[in-house]
């Protein structure tokens, strides 16, 4: 069964600082990996996905792969009270289902 | 253009009860999937279908649960006899193709079985 792994949390910075998100996935032959961002009582919202070995970056947000050891991180710089949400790690491989992690809560304390 | 639409926004029923609940997907998109996410978890991957056709329902979690998408777009939910376990809020999400593309998820629907 593909599995995939997030601390729950609460992780809690202070504002300004780099969160670190984590994620590892059982699936080996997993091919795609997104980090969403899901606000209490809203939907998600794709905020990147990563296909190869490496560093991916957009804005603020750094994804980072590493197939070998089946984890993806996502790192969040200058981090601000509005970035306080719970952040879904999922994956998938072509034609096949996404399999989602059960998310971890951050909170950015003013 | 707009994005995922589901109805109704909330539904309320009674255990036994049938429930209905509808996805219409961005125009376009083949790929349409339906999650189910309770209190403090992930989505949980109930089906997913290319076009017309249920790609994979392995996800369902038994036979009260169909779903169907006659035209490949507009795509309905079903579940018979519901329980309380049912309860959770039922999100669809669409790509343009499966798998690799990124998916865009709707508002979800809210079902409280009582």
């Known amino acids: 069964q593909k599995e995939v792994e997030q601390n729950s949390g609460p992780l809690s910075v202070p504002e300004g600082a780099i969160a670190s998100l984590n994620c590892t996935y059982s699936?080996?032959?997993?091919?795609?990996f997104f980090w969403y961002r899901q606000y209490s009582g809203k939907s998600p919202e794709l905020i990147m996905f990563i296909y190869s070995n490496g560093d991916k970056e957009d804005g603020r947000f750094t994804a980072q792969l590493n197939k070998a050891s089946q984890y993806v991180s996502l790192l969040i710089r200058d981090s601000q009270p509005s970035d306080s949400a719970t952040y879904l790690c999922?994956?998938?491989?072509?034609?096949?289902?996404?399999?989602f992690g059960p998310g971890t809560r951050l909170s950015v304390l003013p | 253009g707009a994005g995922v639409s589901q109805t109704p926004s909330n539904k309320v029923t009674e255990k036994g009860k049938y429930v209905e609940l509808r996805c219409d997907p961005i125009s376009g998109h083949t790929a349409l999937y339906w999650y189910r996410q309770s209190l403090g978890q992930g989505p949980e991957f109930l089906i997913y279908f290319q076009g017309t056709g249920a790609a994979d329902d392995s996800g369902l979690p038994n036979d009260r649960f169909f779903a169907v998408r006659p035209e490949g777009s507009v795509s309905t939910l079903k579940i018979q006899r519901t329980e309380r376990g049912d309860s959770a809020v039922y999100l669809c999400?669409?790509?343009?193709?499966?798998?690799?593309?990124?998916?865009?998820f709707g508002p979800g629907t809210r079902l409280l079985v009582l």
């Open positions: 699936d080996r032959g997993s091919q795609s």
């Open positions: 999400a669409s790509s343009l193709n499966p798998g690799e593309e990124t998916q865009y």
């Open positions: 999922a994956v998938n491989s072509y034609g096949q289902n996404f399999v």
